[in-house]
């Protein structure tokens, strides 16, 4: 049986270069949730030889946006944050996943926790979006 959510998900992957350059790989898509993994790469660190916080933010980012629009509603982010807890190295493999805390009809909340290979929480993410009432596919 066909996962419809996965169907909108696998549509957005095509188009998001961005996720391809990451190297981020789709693990599992059910309504209002994601979970997504990448490796850290060395072009990825910083100028203190951790890797850049935008790394651990743009795969957060990612996770909310799969989670936030699988239901084929086209959603845009209205405001994010993220806490790092934990620095991240080259090699490391990281794994999001965006839970959905509230899902109205004209905005979404969740909740995003990124952790390393070791299972620990490298950082947390919450992003709000605003559902715009158009179908991506």
Known sequence: MSNPFRQVVDHMMVHDQFSQWLGIEVLDIQEGYSRISMTVRAEMINGFGIVHGGIAFSLADSAFAFACNNRNNLSVALDTSINFTKAVNVG???????????????????????????????AHFKGTCFRTGKPLI
């Open 92 to 122: 490391d493999l990281l794994t999001a996943e965006a839970k959905e805390i509230h899902n109205g009809r004209s905005t979404g909340l969740y909740h995003i926790t990124i952790s390393n290979q070791k299972n620990e929480q490298v």
